[in-house]
């Protein structure tokens, strides 16, 4: 059974960084690919970042490329989104999901399995 364990949200002030980080577990392939995604109130869930297991390609949304970093750590097997130069529009629950290769992170349907959620608060 895949789990997603994600943790690091938090409040913080505009201008400030978060790391997220989630690490799956029980899965029988090497090869997927894994990001995050965020939902805000009243709002659709959207694509935030992903990256590929298989060959480290990594997909960023345009309304973060520049301040969000995604990364793997392989030997520990966690995912990160650093987070920096926050701003409040980017307030939401934040989900970490997995999905085969292929899979787009623009399209969360494409994605099968989810975490819980964290939430990321940005206000002064």
């Known amino acids: 059974q895949v789990q997603l364990v994600e943790s690091g949200g938090g409040l913080v002030q505009p201008g400030g960084s978060l790391r997220l980080s989630c690490k799956p577990s029980?899965?029988?392939?090497?090869?997927?690919?894994i990001g995050w995604f965020r939902q805000a109130p009243g709002k659709e869930r959207e694509g935030v970042s992903c990256?590929?297991?298989?060959?480290?390609?990594?997909y960023s949304a345009d309304t973060v490329k520049g301040r969000f970093t995604i990364s793997r750590d392989t030997t520990r097997n966690i995912m990160y989104l650093q987070m920096n130069s926050l701003k409040p529009e980017d307030t939401a629950v934040y989900y970490c999901?997995?999905?085969?290769?292929?899979?787009?992170?623009?399209?969360?349907?494409?994605?099968?399995?989810w975490g819980r959620g964290t939430q990321v608060s940005v206000s002064s």
């Open positions: 029980g899965y029988t392939s090497d090869y997927y690919i």
């Open positions: 999901a997995t999905g085969l290769l292929g899979s787009d992170c623009r399209y969360p349907r494409d994605f099968m399995h």
């Open positions: 990256i590929s297991t298989s060959d480290g390609a990594t």
